[in-house]
């Protein structure tokens, strides 16, 4: 018998060893003279987390605190109003993944946009833009990349196509994040709680766990790389319960099937050779030095951001004054605490980050209640 | 709600549900409308009376096509009341440029579903538009029924009910966003589009006491399970791995990101029956083929009124939401 797609996560899923580890933690946690804040910084996690009943079964003195890593919630509004405007110009396609074409704007959200007539596409890979280009070959595509270093590799080898195949038709608009400078930034504020981290582990794969070694040798704070199933979250909490019981700091991966220390070198020059480091303002967070993607210079003919810059609007639009997304992903407070949460902000009209994707903390919360 | 209507707005969800009361219902407002039941019951309880509009993209696909989607739609609906589907009508909408071998295609799937349900469609109307003005072909069928087991109603269910599924869920919705957006797979996934009468009469026949059926369309059985919640007012705690799902409908939930529970379905229904008739229910539907994987889902209580809890295998427990949003797959 070949290998089925439910072999890849039936084991992971399995009651008796969620029980088990349940056992475990609790067990190794009467241990400890503290609270443990452990943030998953992945919005992959946080569904997880949620979805499974997680932090039922974990006993009192172990705590969660949801990060910012949904590539959805984190688009400040003026580069979502990017989106929007691109999307109303003569002969454009405009081309995204999933959930942004959900996110509202100051002025709408994709779907609204396409309600009206805009050409709006969601696509599962970037590269299903050439398909469309070559379908349209007398409108312009214009890909609005997001994602962190888990997607930044197929926008790289949509423009490596673009670029070797002399594709006249298609531009990018870049909004590809990275993990390690907002987690950085977490923690450089002294009101931050946060003791450990669930490191991402789809980032890793691309970029290896090398990228988190910092946290544990110059932090102070243990990261464990973790999959994304009931199973591998229990057994990550465990490692990092393990960690404060034996007096221990560091980089430990746990999704040892998918993740290596160095990752996906091929994808990482690839990466390398057409986007560099910038600044990004991440929404609920603000400004993050380096902690974005761009397309190098010499790409500016592909840089829809550069291509259309008279028509996109600049200036900076934070969220409602009531809204508590900044303090909810350092952990200084917890979505139900959010005056606006459930009753202004909700899913089908989000006011704040958080609330916006599935993957986000408050609509994790929203949805799957973790009131019982 | 917003300015301009939006594709989540028909997604049987939460947005649906809004559009609907707001400027619907605040319309036509009356007693029998407001029951919110799959079909009205009118003509002193005698007639159930149903109307169904389908488009689907593509028009045919594994499993159905557009017009055996056409009458199960509309004949479920009434079949759900405990009516036998009698009379139908049946509009269509057609693209000017669309192929007349299709449409005989459809037609002739529309009749073969007929006798099936041992209706006949006594009055119709087609309507030609140029192209452009609608996507192919939009059919609509409206249908009316005789109801044989009188006061079957989403509003009446207690404590004294258990909660069952006839088959495994998700398969139409699965089916048909694999073949819309080119996912090829080699696996058996077939659209669950078929005819519920039989079923139900089945049941009827056998003396079974059935408080209330919903055949879990858009929304699927997440928007079932709260629609009835706050209907009647009860909770509903459903055992997770109790929800029979294929194997290649939840292929196609890992890799895209979506919940087995909201998807469509076009021949799974939800049945609220009384706990002393429920272990006869499951063998009077497991002699149908399709409905191997029949069985108790769930009960009611009153732990948390109007809401869906989803307990798991491992001791935990969440609520399940009426799905919102446009159904789209996940990032990363």
């Known amino acids: ?372 | 709600m917003t300015k301009t209507i939006t594709l989540a707005q028909g997604n049987g969800g939460e947005e649906n549900n809004e559009l609907i009361t707001k400027i619907f219902y605040k319309a036509f407002k009356n007693e029998i409308l407001e029951k919110s039941e799959d079909a009205a019951v009118i003509h002193g309880g005698e007639l159930a009376f149903s109307t169904d509009s389908f488009t689907v993209s593509p028009l045919f696909f594994a499993g159905a096509d557009i017009g055996k989607l056409a009458v199960c739609g509309t004949c479920n609906d009434l079949a759900m009341m405990g009516a036998k589907p009698k009379y139908l009508t049946c509009s269509v909408i057609i693209e000017e440029g669309f192929e007349v071998e299709s449409l005989e295609r459809i037609v002739e799937s529309m009749k073969k579903e007929l006798e099936v349900n041992g209706a006949i469609v006594v009055s119709g109307d087609t309507k030609v538009v140029p192209r452009g003005s609608v996507d192919k072909i939009f059919i609509n069928t409206t249908g009316i029924g005789e109801i044989e087991k009188k006061g079957i109603s989403s509003n009446n269910i207690t404590e004294d009910d258990v909660i069952l599924l006839n088959r495994d869920i998700g398969c139409h919705g699965a089916t048909i966003f694999a073949a819309r957006e080119g996912i090829e797979m080699s696996s058996a996934l077939m659209s669950d589009c078929n005819s519920l009468y039989p079923q139900v009469k089945a049941l009827l026949d056998a003396g079974i006491n059935i408080t209330a059926m919903r055949d879990a369309t858009r929304g699927g059985v997440a928007a079932v399970l709260n629609e009835w919640a706050k209907q009647s007012n009860i909770c509903i705690e459903v055992e997770e791995e109790k929800i029979p799902v294929s194997d290649e409908v939840k292929g196609i939930c890992e890799m895209l990101g979506f919940e087995a529970t909201a998807l469509a379905n076009e021949g799974t229904f939800v049945l609220a029956i009384k706990k002393e008739d429920a272990a006869r229910a499951v063998e009077v539907l497991k002699k149908f083929d399709v409905c191997a994987s029949a069985g108790i889902i769930g009960s009611v209580t009153c732990k948390h009124l109007k809401k869906v809890i989803l307990k798991s295998a491992w001791g935990t427990s969440r609520f399940l939401e009426t799905p919102s949003g446009e159904l789209l797959p996940r990032i990363c």
């Open chain 1, 1 to 372: 018998m070949g290998l089925e797609l439910k072999n890849l996560y039936d084991d992971f899923r399995d009651a008796n060893t969620i029980k088990a580890y349940a056992k475990l933690i609790k067990e190794d946690a009467i241990k400890l003279s503290k609270t443990i804040n452990i943030m998953e910084v992945c919005g992959g996690h946080t569904h997880t987390i949620m979805k499974y009943g997680i932090l039922q079964l974990l006993p009192s003195n172990i705590k969660f605190v949801h990060g910012p890593g949904c590539p959805v919630c984190i688009m400040p509004k003026e580069r979502i109003d990017h989106a929007y405007v691109l999307s109303g110009q003569e002969n454009v396609i405009l081309v995204t993944l999933g959930d942004m074409i959900k996110v509202p704007g100051s002025s709408g959200s994709l779907q609204d946009a396409r309600s009206k007539g805009a050409d709006v596409r969601f696509v599962y890979s970037p590269l299903d833009c050439l398909k469309i280009a070559k379908e349209n070959p007398t409108k312009t595509v214009i890909f609005f990349a997001i994602g962190f270093e888990t997607t930044t590799p197929m926008t790289a080898a949509l423009l490596d196509t673009v670029v070797k195949q002399n594709i006249p038709n298609i531009l990018l608009h870049v909004n590809h994040v990275t993990v390690p400078e907002p987690m950085r930034a977490l923690i450089s504020d002294e009101a931050c709680i946060i003791d450990a981290f669930l490191g991402p582990s789809h980032v890793s794969v691309i970029s290896g766990s090398k990228i988190y070694e910092e946290f544990p040798r110059e932090r102070g704070k243990p990261v464990v790389v973790s999959g994304f199933e009931p199973v591998d979250v229990m057994q990550s909490i465990s490692m990092i319960v393990k960690q404060f019981v034996e007096n221990k700091c560091k980089l430990e991966v746990q999704y040892k099937r998918a993740v290596s220390y160095e990752g996906n070198m091929k994808a990482q020059v690839m990466i390398g050779k057409y986007f560099q480091k910038a600044d990004f303002r991440w929404r609920g967070l603000g400004d993050i030095p380096m902690s974005g993607l761009r397309l190098k210079d010499e790409y500016d003919r592909y840089n829809a951001e550069k291509i259309y810059d008279a028509i996109l609007p600049k200036q900076p639009i934070d969220d409602h004054k009531l809204c508590i997304c900044g303090d909810i992903l350092k952990g200084k407070a917890t979505p139900p605490e959010c005056s606006i949460f459930g009753t202004a902000c909700k899913p089908t009209n989000p006011i704040g980050s958080c609330m916006v994707s599935s993957e986000g903390a408050c609509a994790a919360y929203y949805k799957y209640g973790n009131l019982i």
